[in-house]
């Protein structure tokens, strides 16, 4: 992996070193220090709490459940859980921010370092360290596009929670950042502490980039904003490493440097130059207590958490012998997972199952639009399938057919191979007559394969097959042709 991540410059090979900040918005019904509805796609400033508004002699109420949902994330990326922590102020000035700082956690985050794992294309995986996990207050939303002259703000998202996760500087190609970001969205979705949609914004990831010499030291990083999916994340990196690269090699200097993606120009553009940490004047809230967290608490949670993607992909490939790539399909959603378990269950044979689930029955709903949660076909019902390809009542390609005809009509395979009479025929009297009867219609190929062309059993198989209606159990056509013309 690490090698061919490498881009060739003027002067020799270029390392990227890149470190993500994902901001996650908590699943929660309300926000971080107020009873305000975080619901999308609500019309603007309906769901804006006197808190949220920052009005004069508000005060900030902790929402209990948005701690729990940190917590359980921190156990989740395998971090440690710190028993205190404790809000701190942000101080800086901007339209969408009416408090004049946001709430966020500085020196004592509620979750310390931890590290995950993730799943290269190549199929090997690598470890990627936590720094922190810490919660804090979004910002509103500047509008600008509603009005020629002036600038609206919306305060629905203001005061949202969210846990930002900081990455070491651990990911060394575009791939890698991409792996992350969906191991950690997986994590998420798989714990109900973020749903993971980058399309409503509910992830969002800030890419700090820098690029050296392997094995050099770090060199001075940009980091980019506003970059809302995996997509514009791959295309921000690699603009960012040539243009990093052309300056160096120029002979100028990187500048520590806020920059925004451009999805439309492909390209990134400065837009701040970065804030130090004092340049935010960082000091503990005074509205609220230091957050303790009591052992208790931690050990529900640890109770609660469910089988996480590392451990459900390990107990699939050692339970069900599959190969890391059909394991790694299969869990990618846990509603996949719980499906694939059941196919499992009825049908009796893991590998068809994995087999059906991952090429048939995804590849189905995917040219229908649909997906798992409205499949038409239910994993008993696939099940039923598999296991009447496994106890050979029909062959692999009358099983296609049924699976077409389950899609279509919702009914089980038993059903649709019973009215349509598709047993496949075992019976080795009325196989060999059909073969009786294709050899002597084709004398010309008979004499044929005898004169040393064996190709042509290939031949023989389709007759007998067609004329079987593809009923005929395939390997024992096979046999009984060989036996019959050898
Ligand atoms: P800040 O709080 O100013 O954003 P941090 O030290 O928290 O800075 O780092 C933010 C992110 O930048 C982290 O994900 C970290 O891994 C990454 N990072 C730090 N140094 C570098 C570097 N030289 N090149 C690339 N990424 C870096
Ligand atoms: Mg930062």
């Given at each position: 992996m690490t090698q061919h991540a490498l881009i060739k410059g003027e002067t020799g090979e270029w390392e990227m070193v890149i470190g993500l900040e994902i901001h996650a918005q908590v699943?929660?019904?309300?926000k971080l220090f107020s009873g305000a509805s975080i619901e999308f796609g609500a019309a603007p400033n309906t769901h804006v709490s006197l808190v949220d508004a920052a009005m004069p002699g508000m005060l900030p109420v902790l929402n209990e459940y948005v701690v729990e949902q940190a917590v359980k994330t921190g156990f989740g990326l395998n971090a440690q859980v710190n028993k205190t922590s404790v809000f701190a102020r942000k101080n800086y000035f901007y339209p969408d921010l009416p408090q004049g700082y946001q709430i966020s956690q500085y020196d004592q985050p509620i979750v310390g370092t931890g590290e995950i794992e993730v799943d290269l294309p190549d199929g090997s995986t690598k470890i990627i360290g936590i720094t922190r996990l810490h919660l804090e207050q979004d910002a509103g939303k500047s509008v600008h596009d509603m009005h020629p002259q002036k600038s609206y703000v919306d305060?629905?998202?203001?005061g949202s929670a969210l846990m930002e996760i900081v990455s070491e500087p651990d990911i060394r190609s575009a791939d890698e950042a991409a792996a992350y970001v969906n191991k950690i969205r997986m994590i998420l979705r798989y714990l109900g502490t973020c749903d993971g949609n980058m399309d409503e914004g509910s992830m969002r990831a800030d890419v700090n980039i820098s690029m050296r010499k392997p094995g050099e030291e770090f060199g001075t990083r940009a980091e980019i904003k506003n970059v809302n999916s995996i997509k514009a994340m791959t295309q921000a990196i690699q603009f960012e490493a040539l243009r990093q690269i052309e300056i160096i090699e120029d002979g100028g200097e990187v500048d520590q440097e806020t920059r925004l993606w451009d999805p439309v120009k492909l390209e990134t553009r400065p837009l701040r130059s970065k804030e130090d940490a004092h340049d935010y004047r960082y000091f503990p809230d005074p509205d609220l207590l230091p957050l303790t967290l009591t052992d208790e608490l931690m050990e529900r949670i640890k109770s609660t958490l469910p089988e996480l993607p590392d451990a459900k992909k390990h107990r699939f490939m050692n339970e069900f012998g599959l190969n890391a790539y059909d394991a790694s399909v299969l869990i990618a959603e846990q509603s996949r997972a719980a499906y694939y378990e059941t196919v499992v269950k009825t049908g009796g044979d893991a590998k068809i199952s994995a087999n059906w689930v991952i090429n048939e029955l995804l590849g189905a709903l995917n040219k229908a639009e649909k997906t798992l949660d409205d499949s038409p076909v239910s994993a008993e019902n696939l099940g039923e399938l598999v296991a009447r390809i496994h106890d050979k009542t029909i062959n692999g390609k009358i099983a296609k057919d049924v699976f077409a005809d389950m899609m279509e009509t919702g009914k089980s395979a038993d059903t649709i191979i019973d009215e349509k009479g598709l047993k496949q025929v075992t019976d080795i009297g009325a196989i060999e007559a059909i073969i009786d009867e294709v050899l002597s219609n084709n004398p010309s190929q008979v004499e044929a394969y005898k004169g040393g062309n064996e190709k042509l059993l290939g031949f023989f198989v389709g007759q007998v097959m067609k004329s079987s209606g593809g009923k005929a159990n395939p390997s024992m056509v096979n046999e009984l042709l060989k036996g019959k013309l050898g």
């Open positions: 699943t929660a019904k309300s305060l629905n998202r203001s």
